[in-house]
């Protein structure tokens, strides 16, 4: 994956969620390329907490980028997990399948990248960035960094780009991207975000998205400003 060593003429496309991570993603990538330089991509795949894409949309006119949104139905289409299907509630129990939570929505990021990269390719954008992190509690596949690697490569070869795909977030605990999002000046648009699974705002304050947050401000020592807000 790419180094962080970039010039200021340089454009980063940052998929942006809504959430606490890619919005600090989003405030690194504006530190290294410039605000000028930077936009987002958020995705609209039948996600149960939807709201998540209204965040997004503020999130970027808070920080002065724009915001595409692109639909994806196929992920509702094919169910099985959580996220995507209503009648799947949300739990933190290891399924059985794969040992992974029931909130994992296989090839989510795979699917994202490879879209935002043909984005990108269409508009001269040469660097991705997207807060995965294989420190997180899930552990899912696709957001490792040989995962990442890998889609990397072939992204590189299938548009025959030179597409990077940047995770400033890969080896931070929760703690440690609280701490970065300080450092980045990114706390005031941290209120904006939405990180519950079940779509609920306030935050139902019990989905295993909710916990992990909440476990990362207070390790830091740091009120989380979206509570402020509620």
Known sequence: MANSQTTSDEMALVVLSGGQDSTTCLYWAIDRFGAANVSTISFDYGQRHKIELECAARIA????????????????????????????????????????????????????????????????IDHLVTGVAQTDYSGYPDCREGTIRALQQTLRAGMESTVSIHTPLMHLSKKETVELAVQLGALPALALTHTCYNGKRPPCGECPACELRAKGFAEAGIEDPLLKTQ
């Open 61 to 124: 006119k808070h920080a002065s980028v724009s915001n595409a949104c692109l639909p994806i139905n196929t992920f509702a289409s094919l169910g099985g997990d959580a996220l995507t299907d209503r009648r799947i509630a949300v739990d933190s129990q290891i399924s059985a399948q794969g040992g992974l939570p029931n909130t994992f929505v296989p090839g989510r990021n795979l699917v994202f990248l490879t879209l935002a990269a043909a984005y990108a390719y269409q508009r001269g």
